[in-house]
């Protein structure tokens, strides 16, 4: 097929598009308003892409038209989707495309509210430093995959499936398409307040989900009390893991540049293990995905540790961008609550001497809602100083959107010594006269007014060792 995908900056976009040139299909894109690091990815995956919307975009020859659902695409007056349905060419989502084209598969759904972009990435790159010709789709780049989204040639396909709805006119979430087999549910609490204002709208899809898992099929979940409770939708086999006794779970945890832990087996079983990644939710990740792979027989104990240590993780989930600083420089992903959490609490944990500076951007519709504004008393607990950028436009009509004064307020009727920077240069210009004891973590989901490609060279030179 010939197959074009409007919106091929999106992460989950992206990924598609590379799974079906790797099928063997002919793909070209298209997209507007990108920035790194999605921008410069696409560019080097050897497409055909035009960074416009044009209907003199498509092929002539088009088969099937994949259109994206962020508002900058512009909906049904996306031009390009109007020329494929003009031309009578069938015109789809890239979570329709994956789920009709991988039914025959053997697909492992990697879901929750955080940790899902990790787990999936190091499921598919354990599965490829064992042998294991196996498919993905990740919505996040890791170094350590060749590519976001690939077919592979056995049936084994890693999905991670998303709980926001496939578009503005189609509100099932994305893995509602997906027909799993197998699913490691990482976590669930409320998220997407934009999309779903109360919890049990929020863990509904979760439901659909464990309800449509087939008896036959495995379902490792992590021990939480809205899993356990969501648990007893499902009539497949379940493993628990992140708990007590009786689950997969880690001791004698160490960390450091690398940390190391024991991988403890319902029965016992005891495997040493070690990681570059930071944090100790990231060793949760591991253990979530060493069940899976173990208790579905895919993997051995000697290659799953051999490709555990040897994972790089994923870009924007705490990246130390500098070289030379003494001030690292650290990226963080903080889409919501707990994604922000977990960041800062793996910092506290790994640089425990050092003065917590925090640069966000609230750059979701969950930050950016007036409906969600009780998260700031919280989330910035333990920071020494946090620099807040102005929440961005666009979709602001779709919500209540949340001012930058309001959001500063917040946080500081919270305690923290929060403090508004415009744009990119006052936030440089805040963190150019640092002591040096410090650590700066970059946290948003969105480009962060181009913070994480200027800071590190100015603190390689400012704070250079």
Same mark, same amino acid.
Request: proline share 5%; glycine share 10%.
């Given at each position: 097929?010939?197959i074009?995908?409007?919106?091929?900056?999106?992460?989950?976009?992206?990924?598609?598009?590379?799974?079906?040139?790797?099928?063997?299909?002919?793909v070209?894109?298209?997209?507007?308003d990108?920035?790194?690091?999605?921008?410069?990815?696409?560019?080097?995956?050897?497409?055909?892409?035009?960074?416009?919307l044009?209907?003199?975009?498509?092929?002539r020859?088009?088969?099937?038209?994949?259109?994206?659902?962020?508002?900058?695409?512009?909906?049904?007056?996306?031009?390009?989707?109007?020329?494929?349905?003009?031309?009578?060419?069938?015109?789809?989502?890239?979570?329709?495309?994956v789920?009709?084209?991988t039914?025959?598969?053997?697909?492992?759904?990697?879901?929750?509210?955080?940790?899902?972009?990790?787990?999936?990435?190091?499921?598919?790159?354990?599965?490829?430093?064992?042998g294991?010709?196996?498919g993905?789709l990740?919505?996040?780049?890791?170094?350590?995959?060749?590519?976001?989204?690939?077919?592979?040639?056995?049936?084994?396909?890693?999905?991670?499936?998303?709980e926001?709805?496939?578009?503005?006119?189609?509100?099932?979430?994305?893995?509602?398409l997906?027909?799993?087999?197998?699913?490691?549910l990482?976590?669930?609490?409320?998220?997407h307040?934009?999309?779903f204002?109360?919890f049990?709208?929020?863990?509904?899809?979760?439901l659909?989900?464990?309800?449509?898992?087939p008896?036959?099929?495995?379902?490792?979940?992590?021990?939480?009390?809205?899993?356990?409770?969501?648990?007893?939708r499902?009539?497949?086999?379940?493993?628990?893991?992140?708990?007590?006794?009786?689950?997969?779970r880690a001791?004698?945890?160490?960390?450091?540049?690398?940390?190391?832990?024991?991988?403890?087996?319902?029965?016992?079983?005891?495997?040493?293990?070690?990681?570059? =990644?930071?944090?100790?939710?990231n060793?949760?990740?591991?253990?979530?995905?060493?069940?899976?792979?173990?208790?579905a027989?895919l993997?051995?104990?000697?290659?799953?540790?051999?490709?555990?240590?040897?994972?790089?993780?994923?870009?924007?989930?705490?990246d130390?961008?500098?070289?030379?600083?003494?001030?690292?420089?650290?990226?963080?992903?903080?889409?919501?609550?707990?994604?922000?959490?977990?960041?800062m609490?793996?910092?506290?944990?790994?640089f425990?001497?050092?003065?917590?500076?925090?640069?966000?951007?609230p750059?979701?519709?969950?930050?950016r809602?007036?409906?969600?504004?009780?998260w700031?008393?919280?989330?910035?607990?333990?920071?020494?100083?946090?620099?807040?950028?102005?929440?961005?436009?666009?979709?602001?009509?779709?919500?209540?959107?949340?001012? =930058?004064?309001?959001?500063?307020?917040?946080?500081?009727?919270?305690?923290?010594d929060?403090?508004?920077?415009?744009?990119?240069?006052?936030?440089?210009?805040?963190?150019?006269t640092?002591?040096g004891?410090?650590v700066?973590?970059?946290?948003?989901?969105?480009?962060?007014?181009?913070?994480?490609e200027?800071l590190p060279?100015?603190f390689?030179?400012?704070y250079g060792?």
């Open positions: 097929m010939r074009h995908f409007t919106g091929i900056a999106g992460a989950g976009m992206a990924a598609v598009a590379q799974m079906m040139q790797d099928a063997g299909h002919e070209s894109g298209s997209d507007q990108v920035f790194p690091p999605m921008s410069t990815f696409v560019e080097g995956l050897g497409l055909p892409v035009s960074w416009r044009d209907a003199a975009n498509l092929p020859d088009l088969d099937v038209l994949v259109q994206g659902a962020s508002a900058k695409l512009g909906g049904d007056d996306n031009v390009e989707a109007a020329e494929a349905r003009r031309r009578g060419v069938r015109v789809t989502t890239f979570p329709e495309l789920g009709d084209l039914r025959d598969r053997i697909n492992t759904v990697v879901a929750g509210s955080f940790g899902k972009s990790t787990c999936a990435a190091l499921a598919a790159h354990v599965l490829r430093s064992c294991v010709d196996a993905w990740v919505g996040a780049i890791s170094p350590s995959l060749p590519a976001t989204g690939r077919w592979g040639g056995s049936r084994e396909m890693i999905l991670e499936g998303d926001y709805i496939v578009g503005p006119n189609d509100r099932r979430s994305k893995f509602d997906y027909h799993p087999q197998r699913l490691l990482t976590s669930l609490v409320h998220d307040v934009n999309v204002p109360t049990a709208e929020y863990e509904a899809p979760f659909r989900l464990l309800e449509g898992l008896e036959s099929g495995l379902a490792v979940l992590r021990d939480h009390p809205a899993v356990r409770s969501a648990a007893a499902t009539r497949a086999r379940i493993v628990w893991y992140g708990g007590g006794e009786g689950g997969w001791q004698a945890e160490v960390f450091g540049e690398v940390s190391r832990f024991i991988l403890v087996a319902p029965d016992g079983t005891r495997t040493a293990m070690t990681t570059g =990644l930071l944090g100790a939710h060793i949760e990740n591991i253990v979530g995905v060493s069940a899976l792979l173990l208790e027989g993997v051995d104990r000697k290659g799953l540790v051999r490709a555990v240590a040897s994972f790089e993780g994923i870009r924007r989930r705490l130390r961008l500098t070289r030379t600083s003494r001030i690292p420089v650290i990226e963080g992903f903080g889409s919501s609550w707990e994604k922000a959490r977990s960041a609490d793996a910092l506290r944990l790994h425990p001497d050092r003065k917590l500076v925090v640069v966000f951007e750059h979701t519709f969950s930050w809602s007036r409906d969600a504004l009780p700031y008393d919280t989330v910035f607990e333990g920071a020494d100083r946090v620099l807040i950028l102005p929440p961005p436009g666009h979709g602001a009509e779709s919500h209540h959107q949340s001012t =930058l004064a309001e959001i500063v307020e917040r946080t500081r009727a919270a305690g923290v929060a403090r508004p920077a415009m744009d990119a240069a006052e936030a440089q210009d805040a963190l150019s640092l002591s004891d410090e700066v973590l970059l946290l948003s989901s969105g480009p962060l007014a181009g913070l994480p200027s060279p100015m390689d030179r400012l060792t």
